[in-house]
DNA sequence: TGTACATCAGTGAACGCGCGTTCACTGATGTAC
DNA sequence: TGTACATCAGTGAACGCGCGTTCACTGATGTAC
């Protein structure tokens, strides 16, 4: 909850600050609010310094006072998407080891800022490599999930990508999980990221039935849960 | 295999057609060509048609004559993508009605041209609207999904998504397929695209472990295979 | 086979535009004594 | 409390650039008689 400032835009840290520092924080996060709204309106294409300028009444170059450049607001932008979902599965984890909360914490996540899930999951640009900051806290999510999914009903089956991934215990940061369980995760990430990729990109619309109730028969089956 | 030129860019058609016409489709197919090139290297955002022109060695206008605006262009390599993926997967179905033989050829065909993928399941472009005959081929290609999922072992289990589903046989078309045929088919297409989204995006960079074998993981889970 | 005409691919100049970014400068805010 | 100085936010002009697109035109290719 404390640390740098979030992507809500509004926090203005610990308070221990100069005026401007402050100040300072304030104009920074307005920015990326405009880059935010930009981006959702007019994709990440379009996201240009001056527009955001002109739509908050200052001239072109005043950005520079606070971002280098173009990339590092889009960085900045992708690094508080990381980390707002970062602190949304530790707030949830909080409550206790359960997968079932951080799939339904995920898909809220997402659908509360479909661009912003875009930024992290989307199509990656072809140029662009995340700083090392960013991999951490990705590397922190999978740690937070895999905690939970030790927690689920053991399916202790000796499958070749189990006997795989046993040669292959790097991932997750050498975290003290069985294959099995680095399985269940895997498999529980990337189906939720299955439906929702799918919904958020617009491939159920026309349809007509409700991806909410998909990704709940999605979670259902992962959980073990018969009869919700 | 007849019809419209593909995404390969150097079929001419059926033949009938006159020297002019068939030069006018060969350097359509060029240019096509080289905006797919453009695509992978840089990102969607920087596709130009001038820069095309130069690399074709024309004149920006040029391009004029074959494509009346840059939007046109991007929806014909969109159409081409959905294209190319209903004609593997209509191919493929011709051998049997193998979930499994699908499920690698839209593996392969994801990875033959990442960028391709990412083009119908990628971030969608927020004004974009994909015209009809693009979201026809799409149902096509659901189509020949649910036309081999009705082939898999039967799970006949009501749960609240099948009954939703009952309420909604909307999707698909009118398909004569029971809910649990449809629930089998999303489930396929929303893991198979969970694994193939995370990989492409390259979220398990730096873990250590195949993704190939991932994917036959979830592939065999999906089928019942045990031991594969 | 030869001539007159129509079709159409491609060019070059020009349009207005918005972009990212730099620079020298003004004026307000904060700090030190 | 008042003055001198340093810091720094923001401006306006300017840079070069590449973009999509239009237009009038040239020249080659194909067609009709």
């Not at 930009?38 to 739509?55: E, F, W």
């Not at 001239?59 to 006072?65: E, T």
């Amino acid at each position: 909850m404390t640390g740098t400032d979030t992507s809500t835009g509004t926090g203005t840290g610990t308070g221990s600050e100069t005026p401007r520092e402050r100040y300072r924080a304030q104009v920074r996060a307005e920015i990326k609010a405009h880059a935010r709204e930009q981006l959702a309106s007019a994709g990440a294409s379009a996201l240009s310094l001056n527009a955001i300028a002109k739509r908050m009444g200052m001239s072109g170059p005043a950005l520079y006072r606070y971002f280098a450049s173009r990339d590092e607001l889009i960085t900045e932008l992708i690094r508080d998407a990381y980390r707002s979902l970062a602190d949304t599965f530790v707030a949830t984890a909080a409550a206790g080891p359960d997968p079932s909360a951080l799939a339904y914490a995920l898909r809220g996540w997402a659908l509360e800022d479909p661009h912003r899930y875009f930024l992290v999951y989307g199509t990656p640009v072809p140029g662009y490599h995340a700083p090392d900051d960013i991999t951490g806290i990705a590397r922190g999510i999978m740690a937070t999930l895999l905690d939970a999914c030790v927690a689920l009903p053991p399916d202790p089956s000796v499958t070749p990508f189990r006997s795989h991934l046993e040669e292959h215990r790097r991932w997750a940061g050498d975290h003290p999980a069985d294959p099995a369980a680095l399985h269940r995760a895997l498999t529980f990430w990337s189906r939720l990221h299955g439906v929702l990729s799918l919904e958020l990109a617009g491939h159920f619309t026309g349809t007509g039935f409700d991806p909410a109730l998909f990704f709940a028969a999605e979670v259902d089956e992962l959980t073990g849960a018969s009869a919700h």
